[in-house]
């Protein structure tokens, strides 16, 4: 006879969905012993050996955000480019293909600028001052937000929560004390032969436009692992229309699988270094079932533009279906853990808070 089995419970509609978060600048040496960890798995390589934080502050000592910073090398046409953040901060990671020992930095703002030297290796920390006042600002900080998500089959046991989740991030961000001046963007993305390959909605300031688009959202077809994730940052970061000066710029990623290396181009790390270069930070966001591989990419995003590598969480580990709780079979250490949607509205507001007052 065979053992009764009790019928699985289904879990509730509007369960809460948990995640938890690191910071692999902040912790850089854990971040480069997990890289060490993962020799084998296929990616893309981003130089960061030689990573280094710069800090610009303006004549009163404020932080400088959105100014623009060139790194050159010598003998080398082609610049890195970066901006700076909401605290005036921006990591430096010169690519394999600079050569040489010894970096200059430009740093340039409203009319105001400045050059500083950095040598390769002696420092990790470097400290740029633009005369005048560019640090200073009026009014609220604008913000641009982007979600990124794939939209495959696979996301079907979660993209009913993730919705919910998301519309609750933009509804928290839009009531916050700060009131931002907030522009919100959507593209998913699927793979080739699928219905639609890349779908978006450009920045707008219609939240109710955004929450439509938003629950029309269904997650359908893919087939194999990998998606179509770097078309879908390259549409992000290139064709989406991001404002300009003095504004915060982030990408939720929201994904389950890694991208297809098989495609050619556009590849991820360029538009992770135009990501770079127009100041747009990446929080990547691991759903169930991300691999190994998926793992290491999304951190690579998160990493090398200053973002977060957030993963959901659950009860049992390995057991999506067990429900929210503090466990995860991804490769992370020393994780906080929170719902979703306050998690990410937390880092929202960390960034904006950063944002210099009037003057």
Same mark, same amino acid.
């Given at each position: 006879?065979?053992?009764?089995?009790?019928?699985?419970?289904?879990?509730?509609?509007?369960?809460?969905?948990?995640?938890?978060?690191?910071?692999?600048?902040?912790?850089?040496?854990?971040?480069?012993?997990?890289?060490?960890?993962?020799?084998?798995?296929?990616?893309?390589?981003?130089?960061?050996?030689?990573?280094?934080?710069?800090?610009?502050?303006?004549?009163?000592?404020?932080?400088?955000?959105?100014?623009?910073?060139?790194?050159?090398?010598?003998?080398?046409?082609?610049?890195?480019?970066?901006?700076?953040?909401?605290?005036?901060?921006?990591?430096?990671?010169?690519?394999?293909d600079m050569a040489g020992d010894l970096f200059e930095v430009q740093v340039s703002k409203a009319?105001?600028?400045?050059?500083?030297?950095?040598?390769?290796?002696?420092?990790?920390?470097?400290?740029?001052?633009?005369?005048?006042?560019?640090?200073?600002?009026?009014?609220?900080?604008?913000?641009?937000?982007?979600?990124?998500?794939?939209?495959?089959?696979?996301?079907?046991?979660?993209?009913?929560?993730?919705?919910?989740?998301?519309?609750?991030?933009?509804?928290?961000?839009?009531?916050?004390?700060?009131?931002?001046?907030?522009?919100?963007?959507?593209? #998913?993305?699927?793979?080739?032969?699928?219905?639609?390959?890349?779908?978006?909605?450009?920045?707008?300031?219609?939240?109710?436009?955004?929450?439509?688009?938003?629950?029309?959202?269904?997650?359908?077809?893919?087939?194999?692992?990998?998606? #179509?994730?770097?078309?879908?940052?390259?549409?992000?970061?290139?064709?989406?229309?991001?404002?300009?000066?003095?504004?915060?710029?982030?990408?939720?990623?929201?994904?389950?699988?890694?991208?297809?290396?098989?495609?050619?181009?556009?590849?991820?790390?360029?538009?992770?270094?135009?990501?770079?270069?127009?100041?747009?930070?990446?929080?990547?966001?691991?759903?169930?079932?991300?691999?190994?591989?998926?793992?290491?990419?999304?951190?690579?995003?998160?990493?090398?533009?200053?973002?977060?590598?957030?993963?959901?969480?659950?009860?049992?580990?390995?057991?999506?279906?067990?429900?929210?709780g503090r466990e995860t079979v991804h490769d992370v250490r020393n994780y906080s853990v929170e719902?979703?949607?306050?998690?990410?509205?937390?880092?929202?507001?960390?960034?904006?808070?950063?944002?210099?007052?009037?003057?």
């Amino acid at each position: 006879m065979t053992p009764y089995q009790p019928p699985i419970q289904p879990r509730p509609a509007t369960e809460p969905v948990s995640a938890g978060v690191i910071d692999d600048n902040a912790d850089f040496g854990e971040y480069l012993a997990y890289r060490a960890r993962w020799p084998q798995l296929q990616r893309r390589e981003l130089a960061i050996d030689a990573r280094v934080r710069l800090e610009v502050r303006d004549g009163q000592g404020r932080p400088v955000p959105d100014a623009t910073v060139s790194v050159f090398a010598a003998g080398r046409a082609q610049p890195l480019w970066a901006r700076t953040d909401a605290g005036g901060r921006a990591w430096l990671m010169p690519q394999a293909d600079m050569a040489g020992d010894l970096f200059e930095v430009q740093v340039s703002k409203a009319g105001a600028s400045t050059r500083v030297l950095w040598q390769r290796g002696q420092k990790d920390g470097l400290q740029a001052r633009l005369d005048g006042r560019p640090g200073s600002a009026s009014g609220p900080a604008r913000l641009d937000l982007a979600f990124l998500v794939d939209a495959t089959g696979s996301m079907g046991d979660e993209i009913d929560k993730l919705k919910r989740s998301m519309k609750a991030i933009v509804d928290q961000i839009a009531q916050l004390p700060s009131r931002p001046d907030l522009c919100l963007a959507l593209v #998913a993305y699927r793979d080739r032969g699928d219905a639609f390959f890349i779908r978006g909605a450009d920045f707008s300031n219609d939240l109710a436009g955004f929450q439509s688009a938003l629950a029309q959202l269904q997650a359908d077809a893919g087939g194999d692992n990998p998606e #179509a994730m770097k078309e879908a940052l390259h549409t992000a970061v290139h064709r989406l229309s991001w404002r300009g000066e003095g504004t915060a710029r982030l990408v939720v990623l929201v994904a389950d699988a890694p991208p297809h290396l098989d495609y050619g181009a556009p590849q991820y790390d360029d538009d992770l270094r135009g990501a770079l270069a127009r100041g747009i930070k990446v929080f990547s966001v691991g759903a169930s079932g991300l691999d190994p591989q998926g793992e290491y990419i999304l951190r690579q995003a998160a990493q090398f533009t200053g973002g977060r590598f957030v993963f959901l969480t659950y009860a049992e580990a390995a057991r999506p279906s067990s429900g929210p709780g503090r466990e995860t079979v991804h490769d992370v250490r020393n994780y906080s853990v929170e719902t979703l949607d306050k998690l990410v509205v937390r880092l929202v507001s960390e960034e904006l808070a950063q944002w210099p007052g009037k003057p």
